[in-house]
């Protein structure tokens, strides 16, 4: 009969009544706790040690340590996809480097708790805890270590076991089960914009319209190609109306979106200066019965969905991190 082998626990692993993980800490050493606000690691204590992630919306900032009241700031740089790149404290600038699906050496040092995608690895396996501990995502096998309960009929994919469908450079997977991120946000931005775009074809193929001899809208071309408005009834003329009308409030909520999601710098201060310029519709047309009333409202519609178009094209140029200055000014006000 074969001896016996005695396993010798490396790490230990606590859960919440969420599931989610709140203590990983390598066997033998003082237990950590972990805090969350919302789906983000927050706070963790380690004994007289406590380290805290300073973060706005999904933009990490820094992270304060304090130990036997002494208080120290590292300042982070990160990527698009919250991958910490540099750590900055009192004394010198860390580099930090990653292969495509997040491996580092082991002599390539965190000064802080998070890393690849702004996530935490674990202190023993260096594999990421994905959904705040749901699964493990192994870096050096470019997969995760169990499958996915969402798959494979679900929104987990076929492929139980694969990390960002191959492609962790555009998508990231923060929750373990789907990915989102850069192509994935773009993806959602653009096919709700040409949604809202398929609406209104008919009068942008046209860039402009033509009543009583009147060229109407912003970009105007040959006659022939105006949308002749003479020829549409007035039922006509209110149906489009209400489809642009449709259409601007559609692209409001959108830009909204966006402003709210992104991190202030000049380029968003001038996105929303350009938003909330005033239209200025011509009054080319003498109104004098209800069909002249239907035209001056559809031309108002237009020229505002050009405007809002031309918005959302500039608010969807606005960088989605800060840039290390607007970090730097953020520790200067924590201190």
Known sequence: MPAS?????LCRYHYDPLD?????TPFERTAI?????????????????????VQHDDQLLAQLQREDGKVTATLLAT?????????LDSSKPKALAYSPYGHRPRENGLLSLLGFNGEQPDPVTGHYHLGNGYRQFNPVLMRFNSPDSWSPFGKGGLNAYAYCSGDPI????????????????????????????SNVQGILNKRGMLYKGHRLGYQLGEESTLLKLDDLSIGTINLHTEKVETANANLIKLQNELLNNAPDSLA??????????????PTVLNVSN????????????VMAFEHHSSALN?????????????????IRQLK
Request: net charge positive.
């Open 33 to 53: 706790q972990r805090y969350y606000c919302k789906t983000r690691l927050a706070t963790e204590i380690q004994g007289t040690e406590q380290r805290t992630i």
């Open 79 to 87: 990527d698009q996809q919250r991958s910490v790149l540099n750590a």
């Open 290 to 301: 209800s069909k002249d009333k239907a035209v001056v409202n559809l031309h108002s519609q």
């Open 314 to 330: 500039m608010i969807t140029e606005i960088p989605t991190t800060a840039s290390p200055a607007a970090n730097s000014a953020a």
């Open 268 to 281: 968003k201060r001038e996105a929303v200066a350009y938003r909330e310029i005033a239209i200025q519709y």
């Open 170 to 197: 555009n998508y990231v997977d923060p929750n373990g089960h789907t990915l989102t991120g850069i192509v994935a946000t773009f993806t959602r931005r653009h096919s709700l914009t040409v949604e809202i775009t």
């Open 20 to 24: 989610r993980l709140v203590d990983c």
């Open 5 to 9: 082998t005695r396993e010798t626990p």
